[in-house]
């Protein structure tokens, strides 16, 4: 027969149990809910293009942000679907095309979208908050990926200084009187990437920042374009070379840098890409040129000032952006990343 417990050590034994019950609670409640992913960025984040546009047209909800399915974010949420982790996830997506650093973070953001805009007005769209706040990060949001920063390289400005027949490089290597050489503008976009991120990891404290690079734009020999709309236009052999290595590689290396100083995980689409960039036969691209495919959504028309006729062509103004084969080589590696971030691994 067992022995009677003493009172006072009944007490104890009680009252530990009723603590270690209230320690354990909470951990069983937090894993109770789903994971909580955001994916911030920009239009190469979006997806722009290349599926079914989200919202779909003609719902209330959109914002003119150009999201679509099949963009890597999609694919990525679809994954987990198929196989979750030791629980759903759970993903809110506010990429949207045009957006720049300041737009993550601090910044509304004034959307041009010119698919099915408000009364036929792509200056028309509402403003939007800043994706940080969109997004709705906080205590219980366990990984944000974010691709942010193409913007601010002056390909456009490339494009049209070329069209004048004018050296971009030199443009920006050594600037007119005023304006922003390249040097200044990689130191400019370092600061806001830092700040960024600080902004970041107040926001959601918990959570695991993975960074999302750029893939290979551009040939690793810029002599290989044939400079057609469906490539890189007017822009020249030594121009390209100059954006791939000086800028867009400049980039990359700054937002992998600023990613390890904050202890973030940064994923590499360039290094996979080599090989299908813009200057690539039509079905090895997997970016779109001046002119490329795209849904029947998407406007033909480039915007005002460039003067290609990509409806002549019998494609769309997709404008140096990846097209679904890139999205397709981005989900699993940051499908990978996601996971490892939300297991600890």
């Known amino acids: 027969m067992p022995h009677p417990v003493p009172r006072p050590r009944a007490l104890v034994v009680g009252l530990a149990a009723v603590a270690l019950a209230a320690l354990l609670q909470p951990a069983a409640a937090g894993r109770a809910g789903p994971y909580e992913w955001a994916a911030l960025g920009d239009s190469?984040?979006?997806?722009?293009f290349i599926g079914a546009p989200q919202p779909p047209l003609g719902?209330?909800?959109?914002?003119?942000?150009d999201r679509t399915a099949n963009a890597y974010p999609d694919l990525v949420e679809r994954g987990f679907a198929a196989r979750p982790p030791d629980r759903p996830v759970h993903l809110t997506d506010v990429a949207c095309d045009n957006a720049d650093i300041g737009d993550v973070t601090r910044e509304q953001q004034q959307p041009t979208s010119p698919v099915d805009p408000?009364?036929?007005?792509?200056?028309?769209?509402?403003?939007?908050?800043?994706?940080?706040?969109?997004?709705?990060?906080?205590?219980?949001?366990?990984?944000?990926?974010?691709?942010?920063?193409?913007?601010?390289?002056?390909?456009?400005?490339?494009?049209?200084?070329?069209?004048?027949?004018?050296?971009?490089?030199e443009h920006f290597t050594h600037p007119p009187a005023g304006e922003e050489g390249l040097g200044a503008r990689l130191a400019r976009i370092r600061d806001d990437y830092r700040r960024m991120l600080g902004d970041l990891h107040r926001a959601a404290p918990r959570a695991t920042?993975?960074?999302?690079?750029y893939p290979a734009v551009l040939p690793e020999r810029g002599g290989v374009c044939t400079g057609g709309p469906t490539?890189?236009?007017?822009?020249?052999?030594?121009?390209?070379?100059?954006?791939?290595?000086?800028?867009?590689?400049?980039?990359?290396?700054?937002?992998?840098?600023?990613?390890?100083?904050r202890g973030g995980v940064y994923v590499d689409l360039y290094t996979s890409s080599v090989g299908h960039d813009v200057c690539e036969p039509e079905d090895a691209q997997w970016i779109e040129?001046?002119?490329?495919?795209?849904?029947?959504?998407?406007?033909?028309?480039?915007?005002?000032?460039?003067p290609f006729d990509c409806a002549s062509l019998g494609k769309r103004a997709t404008l140096?952006?990846?097209?679904?084969r890139e999205h397709a080589n981005a989900a699993p590696l940051v499908e990978r990343a996601v996971r490892a971030a939300l297991l600890g691994g």
Do not use: M
């Open 289 to 306: 040129g001046i002119c490329g495919d795209a849904g029947p959504f998407w406007p033909a028309a480039p915007p005002a000032g460039l």
């Open 209 to 213: 920042v993975v960074t999302v690079g």
């Open 59 to 65: 719902d209330p909800a959109r914002d003119g942000c």
């Open 320 to 324: 140096l952006h990846p097209n679904a």
């Open 118 to 169: 408000p009364g036929g007005d792509p200056g028309a769209w509402p403003p939007v908050a800043p994706q940080i706040r969109r997004a709705g990060l906080g205590e219980r949001t366990g990984v944000v990926t974010v691709g942010i920063g193409g913007i601010a390289l002056p390909f456009g400005e490339c494009l049209e200084l070329s069209l004048s027949h004018l050296s971009c490089r």
């Open 44 to 48: 190469y984040t979006a997806g722009l």
């Open 231 to 261: 490539q890189l236009g007017p822009i020249g052999p030594a121009d390209i070379d100059w954006l791939r290595d000086d800028v867009l590689k400049a980039l990359n290396r700054i937002i992998r840098q600023e990613t390890a100083r």
